[in-house]
């Protein structure tokens, strides 16, 4: 959510996803639609438009 307004309209998040990790594009879509379902984020067309819950990972 720290990129450019434009690029977030215009990049799929899987896409951004991956770019920065190198995770599976099928690795990727497991997450996504996991933090989808549990109420982390909102997606439309694949663009991520909010991040709901932020979850402190150690």
């Known amino acids: 959510m720290n990129e450019p307004k434009l690029l977030r309209e215009s990049l799929p998040a899987e896409k951004y996803i991956r770019s920065k990790t190198?995770?599976?594009r099928s690795g990727t879509?497991?997450?996504?639609?996991?933090?989808?379902a549990g109420g982390s984020i909102k997606m439309e067309n694949g663009m991520l438009k909010s991040i709901d819950k932020?979850?402190?990972i150690k």
Do not use: N, P
């Open 22 to 24: 190198g995770i599976s």
């Open 29 to 36: 879509m497991r997450i996504l639609s996991e933090m989808k």
């Open 54 to 56: 932020v979850y402190d």
